[in-house]
């Protein structure tokens, strides 16, 4: 597609609930980003991939954060058992290859709401 | 590490006024320096971008040089509207090693009142 869409756009879940978010970058596209955006506005860099392959990790909670690119598929980010602190608006941006100069566009993010 | 020191508003100024946010980075090697525009509910949206020092970048009447010297990428604008009213994002990317992504000042919610 033509634009990086992000489903679903809300999502409530309980605290200790599982949450699965989904990433359909743009069409040839190799990099795919997803950050967080908490309350204050302030992007938290979370991971990247090159097509199937993790690029970059350095971001991502070591416990009950996950995320995979599979092929053919589209992109998620999977939160087990959710606490209340995660709460926030999950971006994915993608680019089209490795090079500061290319531009990452982004989804609409997915506002994810632990009650 | 890389970083972003923009500042943090908010900043509220009327139609036709100037518009001025600051924006110093950070950076081990040499990056490309973006403004990123978020409007009301949506993602974010590329505003303008430079790719080396001295480079000026421009798009709906908005400017912003590449200043080495200074690490800075001021963002200006000399007539708001109030469609401009967003939050605003100053952020750099690197390319080396496995540095590849952007990092993000905290932004700067502009508000522009009729």
């Known amino acids: 597609g033509e634009e990086v869409a992000q489903t679903p756009k809300h999502l409530v879940r309980g605290e200790g609930q599982k949450a699965k978010l989904y990433c359909a970058p743009i069409?040839?596209?190799?990099?795919v980003f997803w950050y967080q955006q908490v309350l204050k506005n302030e992007f938290k860099f979370l991971i990247s991939?090159?097509?199937?392959?993790?690029?970059?990790e350095t971001g991502m909670p070591k416990e009950r954060f996950s995320a995979k690119c599979l092929p053919n598929s589209p992109c998620s980010l999977e939160i087990q058992a959710t606490k209340l602190e995660d709460s926030a608006v999950y971006f994915c941006a993608s680019s089209r290859r490795r090079d500061k100069n290319t531009e990452a566009f982004f989804g609409q993010g997915t506002r994810l709401t632990v009650v | 590490g890389d970083s972003v020191t923009q500042m943090e508003g908010p900043v509220t100024l009327s139609e036709e006024a100037f518009l001025t946010i600051n924006c110093t980075y950070t950076?081990?090697?040499?990056?490309?320096l973006f403004w990123y525009v978020q409007y009301p509910g949506e993602g974010l949206q590329l505003l303008l971008k430079a790719t080396k020092a001295d480079d000026k970048g421009s798009n709906k009447g908005f400017e912003a040089t590449y200043r080495k010297e200074t690490t800075s990428f001021h963002l200006e604008k000399g007539s708001v509207q109030v469609s401009d009213s967003a939050v605003y994002f100053c952020a750099l990317s690197e390319s080396g090693g496995s540095n590849y992504k952007l990092t993000f000042g905290k932004g700067t919610l502009l508000t522009v009142n009729p």
């Open positions: 069409k040839g596209h190799s990099y």
């Open positions: 950076a081990t090697g040499y990056p490309s």
């Open positions: 991939f090159q097509n199937e392959n993790v690029f970059d």
